[in-house]
């Protein structure tokens, strides 16, 4: 990668698996992950190139249902229909935290069916109690004993601590790319925000570090085209992983400064800490510190302390971005996302951030339905 | 199959399951007993506890002398009365969509409503109390189990709690993990006390649990040996009944009216094997209810089955779990929970990786051979994720290793709306005509 820019981005962007099949060429070994929960640290420390997996919501189911219901949350199947394709056959390996029952259910159906060479299931705990660090770092330890047996090379301290920095470098970067969308107009589009940071889900992290700062550059030189006057939003939701969802809401006349989003801000946002033995830093960060509605967080105090502690993080996102509401996608089959969407709703209301929540099935094809009611919520807010 | 005549359409949601058993015939009595010790809790101020079976909660709570109210059975109470539905209908209008979790959202609605009218809406038994605390659970089971109880805060603004309770790992060998699994386990358990006695004031009886936990283990070995007698033929006892017979071992586990039950369970089926009464008297095929939650609105399904000779045999939802042995050393309460519970997966999980197979299908293939199974039925239920994904593909996988045939009925928990009898009727029909082919039984 010789001329990192916006350019790259783009070509990247078109054809995900590009730099994948450059480095299987190159001797590299490549492991797929789900969700914002797998210690992509890990794999870069012991040589694999991570690469988060995601779906392609243009294109509808075509093998999976032979294999897999289509009661199960629609970016999973999708995600497992591309396996299916072949799309993911040049992965080394496949690396699944239990995040949500769909994705605990796909791990046994896709090792079996896929059959990767190396798979892994990494427990980890649903809240955050007595115990539940010390078991989840003993998981992550298991992990990395079934990583340092199957590749036969063990991963130092030092290795470890080196891919930690490399990460957090990359989510301090995601994070100073988001700071171009404070100002208003902001210097880049939501759309486009997701596109750079799809194009650096599959690359190893100190090309994508590389790519991002150019990227970065290159967007304060330019001269902002952006659309002066449009309502600034924060959307919510799980797996948006493409653009899509974000161009329509941003052809309706709203400017996605913000997100709590799985390709958005949810995994980039805290770093790990880098503690003496750096496996305890690690453990600790993906946690206690990254936000989902899959990990509980216990009940502290009234009502409004446990909202508080549930959901500050999306009020503090709302008043620093400066946005004017909120709109909350449910992809349908998520218990994960179903349960929690109305409390998210009327805290950010009770806030003074009015709310809409959408339902869609991940694939363009639902974001149609959904438009009418964007652009009446659009009305109302602007 | 002439046979099926006889049975009105219409009948698999206006009918309901003709019971073989005269214990299965107990329960309905035994469910209303449940409701009317949380009514009388309540009444005398006592706490009552939201919770979900499966879980360590209920032989817990019982030592701390705090009544469970187990929201999925009275979901399903609510589902056979007809009367869920306007729960769900209530949640859906609060915003929570109709694919969630049905036996969720039903409470979901109840909970909405009570709040609302300030008093218990009507429904099965006398109504459903508002819970003093709220008892989830996470990684074992499903994501609903810890989440729904967390948005119906909105309406209990009750204390809530979550453990993590856990499955070993399929691909990770048992040995490795078993140590740090049990701290965990065990550590989880120590907070749900600690939760409880602060929330409820209660405090716990030790004495009182351990006896519980005697309890439980002697009852677990009875149930699983009535469960012996269903591998004879003509079959004593069929699925309809046991998903009934089911509630004293998953709902009043470490009772002496738990023990009691699976004795008499026990008796009843060595008495019917011994004089050889099967359910229906000329038993042509034996099915397996090889996954699955059931549509409890609709078992009388089962009968459409045996008007054409086909007893369902056994099951593997709602099966009991295999007894098993826990180390001498380990003394304490809270400890032999947390043993057993992961004992039962690992004892099950044991032969994960046989052929790379699933667990599951190892099961299933195993029981085929003990109860001389025919055929194997399976129902998806649309708005549960964690039981029912994984369906098509143990099928798929069976079909490498058996030539009986499979069915997989469509239709929901709860939720009627998601159950097209005439579909149905239409799908077993044709199973039973690849039954007739492939069975040899009778030949
Ligand atoms: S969208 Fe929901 S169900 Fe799907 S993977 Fe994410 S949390 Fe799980
Ligand atoms: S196992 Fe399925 S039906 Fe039972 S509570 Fe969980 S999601 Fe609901």
């Known amino acids: 990668m010789s001329e990192p820019s916006l350019a790259t981005v783009e070509k990247l962007y078109q054809n995900r698996g590009l730099r994948a099949v450059e480095l299987k060429t ?8 789900l969700c914002c929960y797998a210690p992509t640290e890990l794999l870069t420390a012991a040589g694999v190139v991570p690469l988060r997996i995601t779906g392609n919501v243009n294109e509808s189911i075509s093998m999976a249902d032979a294999h897999i219901e289509t009661i199960t949350c629609p970016f999973v199947r999708n995600c497992f229909d591309l396996a299916l394709r072949g799309e993911y056959s040049f992965l080394d390996g496949f690396v699944v935290p239990h995040t949500c029952d769909n994705v605990a259910r796909i791990y046994d159906i896709w090792r079996y069916t896929i059959r990767q060479p190396y798979n892994h299931f990494i427990n980890v705990p649903h809240t955050i109690a007595t115990g539940s660090l010390d078991f989840f770092r003993a998981e992550l330890d298991t992990f990395k004993k079934s990583l340092e047996t199957s590749l036969d090379k063990h991963i130092s301290s030092d290795e470890l601590r080196e891919s930690i920095a490399l990460h957090n470098q ?118 206690e510190k990254i936000n989902c509605p899959r990990t509980f967080r216990p009940r ?83 | 199959m002439e046979e099926k005549k006889g049975l009105l359409e219409g009948f698999m949601l206006s009918g309901r399951a003709v019971k073989a058993t005269e214990s299965a015939k107990m329960i309905r009595g035994i469910t209303r007993d449940m409701s009317q010790r949380a009514h009388a809790a309540v009444a005398e101020g006592k706490p009552v506890a939201y919770s979900f079976m499966g879980g360590p909660h209920g032989e817990i709570l019982r030592a701390m002398d705090i009544v469970p109210i187990w929201t999925e059975n009275y979901a399903a109470i609510c589902a056979a009365k007809r009367q869920a539905d306007a729960f769900i209908t209530k949640a859906e209008t609060e915003g929570y969509p ?19 009218i300030g008093a218990l809406p009507d429904s099965a038994d006398g109504g459903l109390e508002k ?55 065990i550590e989880q358990l120590w907070d749900l006390v600690a939760f409880l006695e602060k929330n409820t004031g209660h405090k716990m009886n030790w004495d009182r ?4 936990v005697d309890l439980s283990e002697r009852t677990i070995q009875v149930w699983h040996d009535a469960f012996q007698f269903r591998k004879a033929i003509p079959a004593p006892m069929p699925a309809e009944d046991a998903m009934n017979t089911m509630v004293p071992g998953w709902f009043l586990l470490g009772t002496q009216e738990s023990l009691d039950f699976f004795n008499n369970l026990y008796q009843e089926l060595k008495d019917r094997v011994e004089k050889k009464i099967g359910v229906i008297p000329n038993e042509k095929y034996r099915l397996m209810w090889a996954a699955g939650l059931p549509p409890w609105y609709a078992l009388a399904m089962f009968n459409y089955f045996e008007a054409m000779g086909a007893v369902t045999a056994i099951e593997i939802t709602y099966h009991p779990p295999d007894p098993v042995e826990i180390p001498q050393h380990v003394k304490h309460p809270l400890e032999r929970i947390a043993w057993r519970n992961f004992k039962q997966f690992s004892t099950m999980m044991g032969s994960a990786d046989e052929g790379g197979r699933d667990p599951m299908v190892n099961r299933v293939l195993k029981m085929c051979d003990d109860y001389h199974i025919d055929g194997l039925l399976m129902h998806r239920a649309m708005t549960c994720r964690t039981v029912h994904v994984g369906e098509i593909h143990m099928a ?22 998601a159950f097209d009898e005439a579909g149905a009727q239409a799908k077993i029909d044709n199973f039973m005509e690849l039954l007739e082919v492939t069975s040899h039984r009778n030949d």
């Not at chain 1, 190159?26 to 992950?33: C, F, P, Q, R």
């Not at chain 1, 869609?360 to 009418?372: A, E, Q, R």
Request: hydrophobic fraction near 40%; proline fraction near 6%; aromatic fraction near 10%.
């Open chain 1, 170 to 287: 990359f989510r301090g970067l995601v994070r100073k790319l988001y700071d171009l969308r404070l100002p208003d107009p902001p210097l880049l589009s939501g759309a486009e925000t997701m596109k750079i940071i799809l194009a650096t889900t599959r690359l190893p992290v100190n090309e994508a570090n590389e790519l991002l700062r150019s990227a970065i550059e290159e967007i304060k030189q330019r001269p902002n085209k952006q659309p002066k006057g449009h309502t600034r939003i924060l959307v919510y939701g799980p797996e948006v992983d493409d653009v899509p969802f974000i161009e329509m809401i941003e052809e309706m006349g709203f400017d996605v400064v913000i997100d709590d989003l799985c390709i958005g801000t949810r995994p980039y946002w805290s770093d790990v800490e880098i503690t003496p033995d750096p496996m305890d830093g690690l453990a600790q960060r993906y946690l």
């Open chain 2, 209 to 212: 649990l351990s006896e519980i």
């Open chain 2, 396 to 417: 798929n996988v069976l079909k490498e290793y058996t030539n009986r045939p499979i069915l997989i009925l469509e239709g929901d928990i709860i939720d009627m709306s």
């Open chain 1, 300 to 382: 502290t105090g009234t009502r409004k302390e446990d909202l508080d502690n549930r959901f500050k993080y999306i009020l503090d996102f709302a008043k620093k971005y400066r946005v004017k509401g909120i709109i909350l996608y449910v992809i349908k089959y998520c218990d994960i996302y179903g349960f929690d969407a109305v409390d998210v709703k009327d805290y950010m209301e009770e806030a003074g951030f009015p709310g809409i929540i959408v339902e869609g099935d991940y694939t363009s094809m639902s974001i149609d339905w959904m438009k009418t009611r964007i652009q009446a919520f659009q009305e109302m807010i602007a």
């Open chain 2, 131 to 185: 819970p003093t605390v709220m008892l989830g659970s996470g990684m074992m089971i499903c994501d609903p189990r810890y989440k729904a109880y967390q948005a119906a805060q909105r309406y209990n603004d009750v204390p809530y709690h979550v453990i993590d309770w856990l499955w070993p790992p399929v691909t990770t060998p048992i040995s490795e993990v078993q140590d740090y699994y049990l701290k965990y386990m």
């Open chain 2, 98 to 116: 109709r694919n969630l979790c049905s036996y969720c959202t039903s409470i979901l609605g109840i909970d909405a409503t009570r709040k609302e």
């Open chain 1, 26 to 33: 190159e001797g590299i070994k490549t492991m797929g992950y």
